[in-house]
């Protein structure tokens, strides 16, 4: 094993000493570095790395890739256990980055190739610190996380904020809160600087409330290590593979990053993308939620021998100066983990999770060159159709209460326990479900939620790709949300009697930043407008009798904070009202949701379950 590391410290810009961990390969003088840098304690073993049943402890990890020749190292980020400073949450990371990888670079036991890894906030880290482009980065590999633009996803999302960002914080600030004392907070947002959960932990209070509190796209969210856009010029030099899954907080970041580079990159530079039908840093586990994708769900002997050696492989070609890269044009792909079988019926195993299993395709660019991009309209009989509507007009009209919101079943969420439920989860209301008011009802049968459903499928339907969805709305109120969730919904079964209604992805939109997001537009009572909602994507089979389904609403709650309908900013409102929200119909109001279908024929799947 690794001799117990040398702990060195790298003195920032700033005069602040970071400190790291060094593992160095014996009987080298000078070897390409391997950088992770954490917020999670370099010390404490990661419970992501997990490869082939076995736990691997930083020293493990590290010796690893000392025995291929590569030094590790491993960092805390800015204020966070062994290093200085205070801790503001991302926005230090792209200069602390920055001066680690050059400093690296110049020590003796570095023959001045540096490459990074980690995962979540360590691939924030990573991404932060290109965007000012070290001259020593020469390759990255970014799991889970890596900020195009938080504005979109991970921070807030189509205007609304993301809760998950006050639960990481309250878990983090290590306040060690009960689950109890948890859920008594949540149950009474909004929260008021000085009266909130973490105000014993002001500097996490700071953060969160300036998360919070900025909902206008202003320069604060165009800083470094939130917002990548306008960098990826420099990064053309610097191969990377992206890795992520359906069920990610990061899937859209992934793809926009993955899509962002491959357009700024010399064409020679590889960038890779591996998507999964995962949790956040869920890969090694074949069961998201309450849904089991089967043993084809693990990079194991699908995509390569684990994602240990698929790392080590990436390092071996693109961190060690001189090495042959025979292999570039098989990195520079797409893997893909298509979702549901061919059999299609809702059984049950010996967990009882859903079955829905699936398997592994390659592609060359997102969306696939395959994909037909097809409209399927909303209809006032809660139908979904690609036949384009008939009528002149008409309508469906709900009633939200912000008092009684939408509860979030499920979805691409973490940090979260004993809040949220992540994954794939039958969309029926539970008591394991915050906010569910009525258990066993199914979530469609909420006077709050409007369901649009096609007809029982005659054959399998590929869905894999962005989704978008086009809503013809109108409210008594001067702002509010809609949000749309993608389910596939199975047949009533021996196992799911009232069939399994799964969901796949999920996405919200503050009315007032319908049109942009520098600057609201309320709302005028009545007044028809034009919302367009852009989902993350899927890749999943709906097969033959199953139903595609769209649910329309206007919350999902705790994922997103609750919108009072007044205009105002959700933390700081006075009040709260209902809203009447209406979603219209017909030839002058085609509200629809346009599906990336692949045809069959063009799908080569590399392993399958059926």
Request: hydrophobic share 35%.
């Amino acid at each position: 094993m690794t001799e117990r590391p040398l702990r060195e410290f790298v003195e920032t810009r700033d005069g602040i000493k970071l400190a790291m961990d060094v593992y160095l390969p014996q009987g080298k003088s000078a070897a390409p570095v391997i950088l992770e840098r954490t917020p999670y304690d370099m010390t404490k073993q990661s419970t992501a790395e997990i490869h082939k049943g076995k736990a691997y402890s930083r020293e493990e990890l590290a010796q690893f890739f000392n025995d291929r020749g590569f030094a590790v190292v491993y960092q805390d980020c800015r204020g966070r256990y062994a290093s200085e400073g205070k801790f503001v949450k991302y926005l230090s990371e792209a200069y602390d980055g920055y001066d680690t990888i050059e400093w690296i670079a110049k020590q003796p036991w570095c023959d001045g190739n540096v490459g990074t890894m980690g995962l979540s906030y360590g691939a924030h880290t990573q991404l932060a610190a290109a965007c000012v482009n070290p001259p020593s980065l020469r390759c990255m590999i970014l799991d889970s996380g890596g900020f195009a633009n938080s504005f979109i996803e991970g921070v807030r999302q189509g205007g609304a904020f993301e809760i998950k960002q006050a639960t990481w914080a309250i878990d983090q600030s290590r306040l060690n809160l009960s689950d109890e004392e948890k859920l008594k907070w949540y149950a009474n947002l909004p929260w008021k600087r000085g009266q909130s959960p973490v105000t014993r932990a002001p500097e996490y209070e700071d953060y969160l409330f300036n998360l919070w509190e900025n909902e206008l796209f202003s320069d604060y969210w165009k800083s470094l290590g939130v917002y990548a856009r306008g960098s990826y010029d420099v990064m053309k030099r610097v191969p990377t593979l992206l890795m992520s899954g359906w069920y990610d907080i990061y899937t859209r970041n992934t793809f926009d990053n993955y899509n962002e580079l491959k357009a700024n990159s010399d064409p020679t530079v590889p960038v890779g993308l591996i998507m999964g039908p995962w949790l956040h840093a869920g890969r090694d586990k074949i069961v998201a939620g309450d849904v089991n994708f089967g043993k084809n769900a693990l990079i194991e002997d699908s995509v390569g021998e684990s994602w240990l050696h698929v790392r080590a492989e990436w390092f071996e070609r693109y961190l060690k100066p001189n090495k042959a890269n025979a292999e570039s044009a098989k990195d520079d792909e797409i893997s893909l983990f298509v979702m549901g079988n061919e059999r299609g019926v809702a059984t049950a195993n010996s967990s009882h999770q859903l079955d829905h299993l699936g398997a592994w395709i390659k592609a060359s660019a997102w969306p696939l060159k395959e994909s037909v991009f097809t409209k399927y309209y909303l209809g006032p009989d809660g139908s979904l159709s690609p036949a384009q509507p008939s009528s002149e007009k008409s309508s469906l009209q709900y009633i939200y209460d912000p008092k009684t919101p939408t509860p979030t079943i499920g979805g691409p969420v973490t940090s979260g326990e004993p809040i949220f439920k992540n994954g794939a989860f039958n969309q029926v209301e539970g008591p394991e479900f915050f906010g569910s008011v009525e258990f066993g009802r199914p979530l469609k049968d909420r006077p709050d939620v409007l369901s649009f459903v096609t007809a029982p499928l005659k054959e399998g339907v590929y869905v894999i790709g962005p989704i978008s969805v086009e809503l013809f709305v109108s409210s008594d109120c001067k702002d509010t949300d809609f949000t749309v969730k993608l389910v596939d919904e199975y047949p009533p079964s021996d196992d799911y009697p009232n069939g399994y209604h799964m969901n796949l992805c999920d996405t919200i939109l503050r009315a007032k930043f319908r049109d942009s997001f520098e600057e609201p537009s309320y709302l005028e009572s009545g007044q028809i407008v034009k919302i367009t909602l852009e989902l993350p994507g899927t890749a999943n089979l709906f097969s033959r009798l199953h139903r595609i389904r769209l649910d329309v609403s206007s919350s999902n709650f705790p994922r997103f904070d609750v919108n009072p309908n007044t205009g105002e900013n959700p933390i700081t409102a006075q009040s709260m009202k209902k809203a009447v929200n209406t979603i219209h119909f017909g030839k002058h109001s085609p509200s629809h949701v346009t599906l990336p279908i692949v045809p069959a024929t063009d799908i080569q799947f590399i392993n399958r379950s059926k």
